[in-house]
């Protein structure tokens, strides 16, 4: 690994290496989020490409564990929001308070102002409070009475939710689906981690005994150098044929946006960087288009009666669009 200099600005100059500060940061989350190797991944590949994660799944399998434990693998300021149908959208970005001393108004931030952000159930709360985080995902900024207000790089709102069966919950719309740069369902843990899960916490926290292994500059250098990774002009290609395929296709009534193409992209580029490559390859696009994809399109009505999923939709066009070659 090449040792980062800081600048004045304490921002990093020097060029780090993504894959083993990935894998670092990878190691310290998989001890706490036992047998989830490849939920631990994307998590890491959304943080580094600068995006949000939405994880959902039933109670009980370790959502919001997963959101901790990347939170403190990284020494960055992280706030928890849990979202209840009383929760105002004033809660989560801030409010302007007038002080009677002064005789002016003063911004007293909300639990958005930090690094990471984990919204804890996020579909319980009402959809006027969900689309308190429509700005500050996009735009990494917030606007109270007029007045915008930066956020801290890195940025990542990492959100659970429970599966819209389940009672007292309110489904994410479509604006605020698409500005997760991924979706992942965690599942059950196999037998031996369950069993390992079962030795290991019958007294410690394993939370309480993660440390940091990098801090919000680090994040910020690897970020920059995934950015930096090339992307061919045929794999380009690949990622507008992919997403211009969902808007085609019969079985969906709503396709991906040109933001999801960014997004696919910029994962792809954070998947090659952590597997220590240059370069994009169209494999680091296809191992992703699940799940960038998926949770933003919306099925028909055929495909809704003939019980298909929005992966599987995504999973068939894999198959039919060609891989674009060269350079």
């Known amino acids: 690994m090449t040792e980062a200099t800081r600048s004045a600005d304490g921002t990093t100059d020097a060029s780090v290496d993504v894959a083993a500060e990935g894998a670092r940061i990878a190691a310290g989350v998989s001890r706490v989020v036992q047998g989830k190797d490849g939920v631990v991944r994307l998590a890491l590949v959304v943080l580094l ?5 939405l994880i959902e799944d039933v ?3 370790g959502k919001t564990t997963l959101a901790k434990a990347l939170a403190g693998s990284i020494d960055a300021s992280v706030r928890r929001i849990q979202f209840t149908p009383d929760l105002l959208p004033s809660d989560v970005t801030g409010v302007a308070v007038y002080d009677q001393e002064t005789r002016e108004f003063e911004f007293k931030p909300g ?3 930090a690094n990471v952000v984990v919204a804890d159930e996020i579909n319980r709360a009402s959809p006027k409070t969900q689309s308190a985080l429509l700005e500050c995902m996009e735009e990494r900024q917030v606007t109270v009475d007029g007045v915008s207000y930066e956020l801290a790089r890195p940025f990542i709102v990492m959100a659970t939710q429970n599966p819209l069966e389940m009672e007292g919950t309110y489904p994410l719309p479509e604006a605020q689906r698409d500005r997760f740069t991924a979706r992942v369902s965690m599942g059950y843990p196999d037998p031996a981690a369950e069993l390992a899960m079962l030795d290991d916490r019958a007294t410690t926290d394993p939370l309480a005994a993660l440390r940091p292994v990098a801090d919000a500059a680090m994040v910020r250098a690897l970020v920059a150098a995934v950015g930096r990774l090339h992307v061919s002009d045929a794999v380009r290609r690949y990622v507008v044929a992919l997403v211009e395929a969902t808007r085609r296709s019969s079985e969906l009534r709503l396709g991906a946006s040109p933001r999801a193409g960014l997004q696919l992209l910029r994962a792809a580029r954070a ?3 952590l597997d220590g ?4 390859l169209p494999d680091d696009v296809q191992a992703l288009a ?6 933003r399109l919306l099925l028909s009505s055929e495909a809704t009666v003939g019980r ?3 992966e599987q939709v995504v999973t068939s066009l894999l198959g039919s669009v060609p891989v674009l ?3």
Request: aromatic letters at 4%; hydrophobic letters at 45%; a positive charge.
């Open 49 to 53: 490409a600068e995006g949000h994660l």
């Open 59 to 61: 109670p009980g399998v």
């Open 111 to 113: 639990a958005v102002f």
């Open 271 to 273: 998947s090659a960087a």
């Open 277 to 280: 490559r240059d370069h994009v």
């Open 290 to 295: 699940v799940p960038v994809l998926a949770h």
């Open 308 to 310: 298909r999923s929005t």
């Open 325 to 327: 070659r060269g350079r």
